[in-house]
């Protein structure tokens, strides 16, 4: 705007303060809805915090439950954090591979046609709900057969497949032109090109990628009420059998009428609530250093 | 306006041995009609010329003309490129390398490639060189191969102690150098250039001016560049390519004029090529 139009004749001031309150106006709303986002999440970790406070100790993470317990003896949730880490492990370990090889085929291999509408379907199944894939898994697998954790990892792993390929298919975007042009000038095939130098310059986005699914699926309650839930009290580790796991546990005991139980199942919660935020932020400082890194070229 | 027709460029001689008589020379590329295309918008149109064994051919022309586009066709590299098609025919010792039952990956293993911006990869110095080499098999007397590499990209006296340290490190100009070093570690039998200087100081350039002065009697390398006077010191043969202006707006690359550098320099037949050597266009 030149400095003339300020002085000019034809400027025109006469709805400028209503302007300004409008402006102001939609600024307070707008950081208002800022604001209960924000304390939204602090009464969520607030409230967990302090009714799980009481029950968080070792024994949690060590013992395991006792039914119809009538003395104090010690008890905790050994069972349920022994079972999250095989089947999440084991969850990991199947999405994993194929998440990475659907976004190089996609990425580097696939014509746009084909790339956008598989896309899409990542897309798409990003958004099913977990209830849904556990149905389907369900039908598929436990149907006649009984549950176990290799078929709730199964569950789980289809809610990581599509996060896993989305984040890796966005650093192997980011992974400049001009280095695939150096491998394939040289005469060497695409395949190697890719493995040996395009992939390991987005190693820290798929461990970001990784990490953020993990998270997700961890607290994932849905797809294991189908696959993995019917178990007793012993902790196992084969993931031949059903395995109790957190998210499954806390909705078993938060219908206990045992107020111990309740306390139990926050204070598991809290466990399972500071796990996803320690591996959010962790994969967002991941990726934040690998994107500044692959940038900084 | 001098209506004098003086040449920008001085044609500098001295430096160059006097090129074989052309009934010497030995074909290396025959193209024939070659018309490049992207997503049906012609780049270059029809071009026709023979490229010669163990000299210095170089492209120029001005931005937009398709010169870097052309160059790309002689190893497949616009394969990469979704909606491009090439028509025409691109003869390399005889054998026609621009149809679909030709690999590309051994085209690109005869004919090398250094690109417009230095690419090393994100790995050591040695690494760079070493892992063409390994990958293709070239495993015996690695050290030797890189050092022998090395020294012919006149790198090897500023990085010889620091073979570890990473490619990133390095200013453009050596990087540049390594990527040369890189592309004729593995042993091509052409070696393509697309502006290789274009991100250099004088001195890098300099540089791989005389590299290219050095290895010519041992590899043929093919050089695009914008900058005449790069053209008319290390080239043999030059060609001069324009933009060709279409009745309905549309526009490509063509060849212009084929020749000599001294003639494309000093006595060019068409009246664009005058043109743009003499400065009055692009």
Redesign the interface.
């Known amino acids: 705007m030149s400095a003339q139009g300020l002085t000019g004749p034809g400027l025109r001031l006469d709805r400028l303060p209503r302007r300004r309150r409008v402006n102001r106006l939609m600024e307070g709303l707008a950081w208002l809805a800022a604001a209960i986002a924000i304390a939204i999440l602090g009464v969520v970790v607030f409230s967990v915090a302090q009714k799980g406070a009481s029950e968080l100790n070792l024994n949690l993470l060590t013992k395991p439950p006792i039914q119809f317990s009538l003395t104090n003896a010690p008890q905790g949730l050994a069972n349920a954090f022994a079972g999250t880490l095989v089947i999440v492990g084991l969850a990991t370990a199947m999405a994993l591979p194929v998440g990475i090889l659907v976004a190089v085929y996609l990425n580097e291999f696939a014509p746009a046609s084909i790339r956008n509408g598989v896309s899409m379907a990542l897309d798409i199944l990003n958004g099913v709900p977990a209830i849904v894939i556990g149905i389907f898994v369900f039908g598929l697998l436990v149907v006649g057969s009984g549950q176990s954790g290799l078929k709730g990892a199964f569950a789980l792993s289809c809610l990581m497949l599509p996060l896993v390929a989305r984040a890796t298919m966005e650093v192997l975007a980011l992974v400049p032109n001009s280095l695939r042009e150096a491998g394939l000038g040289l005469g060497v095939p695409q395949w190697r090109t890719t493995l040996s130098i395009v992939l390991p310059q987005t190693v820290g986005g798929i461990v970001t990628g990784t990490v953020l699914a993990v998270a997700r699926v961890a607290g994932e309650t849905a797809p294991l009420l189908f696959t993995s839930s019917l178990v007793g009290t012993q902790t196992s580790w084969n993931p031949y059998h059903a395995l109790q796991t957190v998210p499954v546990a806390i909705f078993e005991l938060s219908e206990s009428p045992d107020p111990a139980d309740h306390a139990r199942a926050w204070a598991a919660a809290l466990v399972l609530l500071v796990f996803i935020l320690i591996a959010s932020l962790g994969g967002r400082w991941l990726a934040t250093r690998s994107r500044t890194k692959m940038l900084a070229r | 306006m001098s209506t004098t027709i003086e040449p920008t460029v001085r044609v500098e001689t001295t430096r160059r041995q006097p090129m074989p008589p052309r009934e010497r020379l030995e074909t290396i590329f025959h193209v024939d009609g070659l018309d490049a295309i992207y997503s049906g918008k012609p780049a270059v149109k029809d071009v026709t010329m023979e490229v010669y064994k163990n000299l210095v051919t170089a492209i120029i022309g001005p931005s937009g003309c398709g010169k870097s586009t052309y160059i790309r066709c002689f190893?497949r590299?616009n394969d990469?490129i979704?909606g491009f098609t090439q028509t025409g025919t691109i003869r390399y010792h005889g054998q026609d390398i621009s149809g679909s039952n030709i690999d590309p990956?051994?085209?690109?293993?005869?004919i090398?490639?250094v690109?417009q911006?230095p690419?090393?990869?994100?790995k050591s110095i040695h690494d760079n060189v070493a892992?063409?080499l390994k990958?293709?098999g070239m495993r015996d007397d690695l050290d030797e191969r890189i050092e022998r590499a090395l020294t012919r990209a006149a790198l090897w006296d500023e990085v010889k102690d620091r073979l570890k340290a990473s490619a990133?490190s390095l200013s453009g100009g050596q990087q540049q150098r390594l990527?040369i070093a890189?592309?004729i570690a593995?042993e091509?039998d052409v070696v393509l250039m697309d502006e290789p200087a274009s991100a250099l100081d004088p001195i890098a350039t300099q540089a791989i001016e005389s590299l290219m002065h050095d290895l010519k009697s041992e590899y043929t390398f093919v050089i695009v560049t914008h900058n005449m006077q790069q053209a008319a010191r290390v080239a043999d043969m030059t060609a001069f390519f324009s933009i060709s202006q279409g009745d309905e707006g549309q526009r490509w690359g063509e060849l212009i004029e084929y020749d000599a550098t001294e003639k494309i320099f000093t006595a060019p037949s068409d009246k664009r090529t005058e043109d743009y050597v003499t400065g009055r266009f692009g």
């Not at chain 2, 990956?105 to 005869?110: F, I, Q, S």
């Not at chain 2, 690419?119 to 994100?122: C, V």
């Open positions: 190893n590299m990469l979704p990956v051994a085209v690109r293993r005869n090398g490639m690109f911006r690419n090393p990869f994100p892992w063409g990958v293709l990133l990527c890189r592309a593995v091509p």
